[in-house]
């Protein structure tokens, strides 16, 4: 097939191994056959004649090439060379008469079925002419003997021909798939390193099957001049990145704190997909990642741009809740110290400052637990067992927990969120009605509780300011307790949300990490440093 789908490269090719083949045939005829010294000068004619003529041709096609009209010159000119060696060789009954078809399969490699044919035209006239002008016989014999090489030539010249088109039309699909599926590679591989996205794609042994130059750089596993680092640091490092990667998967996150090898930590998003062959089985998995250090800090600034705005925003509501006890503290001291106020009087001024003394010492104490919530010392704790422990201030509780709920949070910060969210539904509930505390769905490593007033909605000027510091719910007597638990569980990793409306009641959903889920990622964590 490597001659049919290049012709003319491979003319010259074929002018060789003609000149080798028709040169040690004439020379088996000279060394056996031939007996008459005329006969054998001109075999050793037709051999100078075969080495001169098909080596100046292979000369002239390797240096300018094989064009056609001279591929069928050079073919033709062939069929004259074989009519020669085999009249002078025997005639009909030569030895070499497979020259004729050696001729006609050659032309139907490199002219086609139509030069085949017209080569098999011509080997026909040279046999005639060897018939004719050599061995003579009957005209029933000759008659015979020309159609049946005819048919032969003729079905040689046909069937090699038909079989040389449609190994040329194969070949040529063969070259362009071959061309296109090797652009397509080039193209894949520019788009792989052109990603700003790290890729890495395993087996399902975890055997590394591609790992572009993005995520090389990500998790620093290249030298300065872009090669990949080799050796057991990276694969151990590929390894413990894998790892993290299907523990937080399982948890449904899908960010990680990725220890680099220079022992900075680096956040890195990620998202997974499967690798499948074409009949759709798995064959591995698909990691593309990203590093989020520009996005994290980003999200730094924003929020320090939020909390200085929120900041502000609190000292003026502060200021105004402190103005008001302070305006009656002072009024209560000027009149004291006018000195014309009876001892009742007196006694109601006192009790009066005292009570405003002591709420402005209550607002100043959330205030500081407020703003001094500090970051979360998390350990495993039981939700269930810190739920049935009551304070006298929670409302009636029909706890459907399991009696094992782990979490994991700081104590002393869930205390203050479930008194925040008990005592908020008890001053909600009405004539005694109980809070209804269930479980959830969650994601996975994720435990989800409902603490849930049934019957009850709020006025939407609640709703709107339920999180907010000195809103509505401050005028209800429960100070900065809602804010503060909203901003503990948001430093657990968690949420917290409200509703309020005549279907579904009023309650509070809290999520926060699960035991189990957290215990899991120390174990991979330390397994893998």
Known sequence: MGIVSDRERNFPH????RLLFVGVILGLALAFLLES????????ALFLGNLFLIGLAWVWFTTRGAMTALRWLTLSAGVLLDTAVIYYTGGAVSEFIFLFFFSIGAASLFLGVVGSVWIALLSEVGYAFVLLGRDGGSFETLTFALFLYAVYFALTAVLTGYLAERFQAKNQALEKARSELSQTRLDTETILRSLGTGLLATTKNVEVLHFNSAGQQILELCHPSGSMIEGSESGETIQRFL???EAERVSGRREIEFPLPNGRVRPVGFSLSSLRDETGCE????????DLTAEKQEEREKWQRERLAAVGELARDLAHEIRNPLATLSGCVEILVGGNVGIAEKEKLGQLAARESQRLNNLLRDFSTFARLEAPRKKRLNLSQMLRNPNEEWPALDIRLPRE???EADEGQMEIIINALLMALALWAENGDCVEVSPLEAGEGKVSVRFHLPGKELPREVLDSVFQPFGEVWKH???LALPTAHRAVAGHGGELKFYSGPREGTGFELVLESGERAQGRKEIARNGT
Not at 14 to 17: M, R, S
Not at 37 to 44: A, D
């Open 283 to 290: 064959r591995g998995t698909i990691v593309l990642f990203t």
């Open 477 to 479: 007597r429960l100070g």
């Open 37 to 44: 010294s005329q006969e054998r000068w001109l075999v050793f």
């Open 14 to 17: 074929y002018l060789l191994a």
């Open 405 to 407: 709920l782990p979490i």
């Open 243 to 245: 790892q993290m990667i």
